[in-house]
């Protein structure tokens, strides 16, 4: 296993499209985390899962964003209804709970909202 | 919830010099301070982390500072060379296991 990939590495959407991203985190981790990053700035958690529980949403997240993690490995984040704002990159972590802290970056989804 | 703050956003220095950035947290809850480093066009990818039963710690030529009672911790890298160019992100968290809330980052550049 070489880390977390996420897929697709870029996507360009018009304005009112759903779109879905997806992240395979290290295969022993059982913690996954959500975030948001725009130029500039750092990462804005959006949520995270501990296997398969959504342990936390950020309250700043709109209700247009959801996130899955059915089998406790591999995870989806779909936004709905996507707004210019939505622009951004996704970027997806994974940590094993009990065996450090360290959270294990993927490259990230680059999501163009047109 | 947590809130980390940081400055500066900017820093430049010569080649050999020290960088320092500080960081600064609204919740008295948080226990964990971990450090990011993101090349252009790269993860994030830890550096450093600090516990809040540390005051300091040090690892070759970077090291950490913590305090609680203020609410700051910063980083520190000594000798500095052109490969420390990269934006360097701070960030809190209650218990190393919670979500971590990120700084909105420091872009250092060394001059050779």
């Known amino acids: 296993d070489t880390g977390v990939s996420q897929d697709p590495r870029h996507k360009i959407t018009k304005r009112g499209q759903n779109v879905t991203f997806r992240c395979d985190p290290i295969?022993?981790?059982?913690?996954l985390y959500w975030y948001r990053q725009t130029l500039g700035q750092g990462p804005e958690f959006l949520t995270y899962?501990?296997?398969?529980?959504?342990?936390?949403k950020s309250r700043l997240l709109s209700d247009r964003f959801s996130a899955e993690r059915p089998k406790g490995s591999f995870s989806t984040l779909e936004i709905q209804r996507t707004e210019q704002g939505d622009s951004a990159m996704y970027l997806c972590a994974s940590s094993l709970l009990g065996r450090g802290e360290k959270l294990f970056f993927g490259s990230g989804t680059q999501l163009s909202v047109l | 919830g947590e809130n980390v703050e940081q400055h500066p956003s900017t820093l430049s220095v010569q080649e050999g010099d020290s960088a320092v950035i500080k960081c600064t947290y609204s919740d008295s809850a948080s226990n964990y301070f971990p450090w990011y480093k993101q090349e252009l066009g790269k993860r994030p990818q830890l550096i450093i982390d600090i516990r809040s039963n540390v005051g300091e710690k040090k690892d070759q030529r970077i090291a950490v500072t913590l305090n609680k009672t203020a609410k700051h911790f910063s980083l520190h890298i000594t000798e500095t060379q052109p490969e420390d160019s990269a934006v360097y992100f701070c960030a809190a968290s209650e218990t190393s296991y919670d979500k971590v809330i990120f700084g909105p980052g420091t872009s250092l550049s060394v001059i050779p």
């Open positions: 295969s022993e981790h059982n913690r």
């Open positions: 899962f501990q296997n398969e529980a959504q342990l936390e």
